[in-house]
């Protein structure tokens, strides 16, 4: 099983934000997942963006892979693998 940390995207139509959520790879979307380790939200200004720490490094540790856009969030955050 292939687990990835993407976005969720959530709220109002043009007006989304977005949950950090762990997730297997062959899960839709916005459908089933694991675990949520945080928060990005890009219709604020300044933009939004929360990460339980403790939870992400666990997750980063046991293998889960992010995507493009959450590594960047990672990154911005001060997360590292």
Do not use: C, H
């Not at 380790?37 to 720490?53: C, M, R, S």
């Amino acid at each position: 099983m292939a687990v990835k940390m993407r976005l969720r995207r959530m709220g109002q139509k043009k007006a989304p934000f977005y949950r950090v959520v762990v997730a297997d790879s062959r899960s839709p979307r916005d459908g089933r997942f694991i675990a949520e380790v945080g928060y990005y939200d890009p219709t604020k200004e300044p933009t939004v963006i929360k990460f339980n720490e403790e939870e992400t490094k666990k997750w980063l540790s046991n293998g889960a892979q992010p995507t493009e856009v959450v590594a960047k969030l990672l990154k911005v955050a001060g997360i590292e693998k």
